[in-house]
C-alpha cells in the first residue's frame, strides 16, 4: 500500500482528500500546517507528498526545496496543489523540483490519476502508441487510422502524441500549451482550441461527436480511450 503525505490547511479539503483517497487503496498521512513538515517526512518515509504552497505558517515552495535538500527525502515525488494559476508560479513549483503543479479547483479523479502516474514504472517511451483503430509512430511521426495516413503538422502530431500517451486525464488549456508549445510561446488558450478542432476534423469519424479527444466543460481536454474501445467493438459487431 503507497502512503501519502498531505500538507493541506482548508480543513474541507483535507477531509475530502483524506476520504477519497483512502477509498483509492492509499495510506493517508499528514498535517494541516506546515511547520514541522519536513521532520514529519522524515519520520513518515512517504511515497508521495501532496503540498499546498500557501500555509498559514510556511510557505510550500520552501519546505519543496527542504525536501529536495535532503538525500533520505530527494527522492520522493512532490504534487503541488494550490491556488496559484499564473505561469511564472507554475514555472518556479516545478523547477524547485516538483514532479506536477495541479491548480484549484481541481477534479478529485484528476488527482488520483495523476497520483498514480507517479508510481508507474520507469520505461523507455512506447515506439507506438494504439488505441482502437488510431495508432501513432513515435519514431516516424506518422498517424494512421484503419492503416491509412493522416497527415498532421508538426504541432498537431505533438498535441495528439501528449494525449494519447495520458489517456483519461484532463489537462487545461495552460497545461497543454505548457506541454506542447514550451514556456517560450506567444500563443493563447483559443490556439489549443484551434488545434483540437483541426485533430478533430482529422481522425474523429464524426468531428461533431467526438470520440477520441473529450472536450471538459470548464477546463480542458482528455483522450477518450473508453470511446474508443467502445468503437472497436461496434465495428466488430458490425463487421
Not at 490547511?9 to 495510506?27: I, M, S, V
Not at 515525488?77 to 507554475?90: G, Q, W
Not at 495520458?166 to 500549451?177: A, C
Not at 482528455?222 to 458490425?238: D, P
Request: proline share 4%; glycine share 6%; with cysteine.
Amino acid at each position: 500500500m503507497k502512503k501519502i503525505m498531505l500538507i493541506e490547511d482548508d480543513a474541507d479539503l483535507y477531509a475530502l482528500l483524506k476520504y477519497n483517497l483512502e477509498k483509492e487503496g492509499f495510506q493517508m498521512v499528514g498535517a494541516q500546517t506546515g511547520k514541522g513538515a519536513i521532520d514529519l517526512c522524515r519520520r513518515e518515509r512517504p511515497d508521495l507528498i501532496l503540498l499546498d504552497i500557501m500555509l498559514p505558517d510556511s510557505d510550500g515552495l520552501d519546505i519543496c526545496k527542504g525536501i529536495r535538500a535532503r538525500p533520505e527525502l530527494a527522492h520522493i515525488p512532490v504534487i503541488f496543489l494550490t491556488a496559484r494559476a499564473s505561469e511564472a508560479d507554475r514555472i518556479v513549483g516545478l523547477e524547485l523540483g516538483a514532479n506536477d503543479y495541479i491548480v484549484k479547483p481541481f477534479f478529485i479523479r484528476e488527482l488520483i490519476a495523476r497520483i498514480k502516474i507517479q508510481f508507474r514504472p520507469q520505461s523507455a517511451p512506447q515506439r507506438t502508441l494504439k488505441s482502437g483503430v488510431l495508432e501513432l509512430d513515435r519514431s516516424s511521426c506518422r498517424v494512421f487510422r484503419d492503416s491509412l495516413e493522416i497527415a498532421l503538422t508538426a504541432t498537431e502530431f505533438r498535441l495528439l502524441e501528449f494525449l494519447m500517451a495520458r489517456p483519461g486525464v484532463v489537462f487545461s488549456r495552460e497545461q497543454l500549451l505548457d506541454a506542447v508549445w514550451g514556456h517560450d510561446r506567444a500563443v493563447t488558450d483559443r490556439t489549443v482550441d484551434v488545434y483540437v478542432l483541426r485533430l478533430r476534423q482529422k481522425i474523429e469519424l464524426d468531428s461533431n461527436g467526438p470520440g477520441y479527444i473529450r472536450s471538459v466543460r470548464g477546463f480542458g481536454y482528455s483522450f477518450n480511450e473508453m470511446s474508443l474501445a467502445q468503437e472497436t467493438s461496434e465495428r466488430l459487431t458490425s463487421a
